[in-house]
């Protein structure tokens, strides 16, 4: 891919991809990490990719990379487990309740999580969701109800 399209793709997706790899993670420096390798892989393979497809492509190499990076022994051994849902800080101009509910969402398992963060945060349907996370669309959508309901258990406590 041409440098100038991958400067063009970053510009416009790097926030978005950001803000997911930090929903996945929960670490501002790894997911930073992340978005960067993200571009690094399309500068260095020859891609073709569809402007419609973009966005869900990227989100897809996101995921795959932040799947790898919690496989990796090097994550499985810095990890401290009560700090994994800690994420306070991420932005300035999050309100009070945005950010009660990001920490709420960050603590949920990742299955419930992704597609939750997908379907609310970016707006992709249970189809596009589906395809980005390699599942069928029905289980995407139970996730998303059984995510939701824990969620709202989470946040009446």
């Not at 690094?40 to 973009?54: A, C, D, F, G, T």
Request: charged share 30%; net charge negative.
């Amino acid at each position: 891919m041409k440098n100038d399209e991958v400067l063009r793709l970053f510009s416009i997706y790097s926030d978005d991809l950001y803000r997911f790899a930090l929903s996945y993670i929960g670490n501002q420096c790894e997911s930073e990490d992340i978005v960067q390798d993200v571009f690094v892989k399309l500068i260095s393979k020859p891609l073709i990719i569809r402007p419609e497809q973009e966005k869900a492509y990227l989100l897809r190499m996101t995921a795959n990379l932040c799947k790898d990076h919690l496989k990796s022994p090097k994550y499985k051994a810095n990890v401290d487990i009560d700090t994994l849902g800690d994420v306070i800080g991420i932005s300035v101009d999050y309100s009070k309740d945005d950010d009660l509910l990001f920490k709420a969402l960050s603590q949920m398992d990742e299955i419930y999580r992704m597609p939750i963060y997908l379907h609310y945060y970016e707006g992709y349907s249970h189809k596009e969701i589906a395809g980005i996370l390699k599942s069928s669309e029905a289980t995407i959508s139970k996730r998303i109800s059984r995510g939701k309901e824990e969620l709202r258990k989470r946040l009446e406590e």
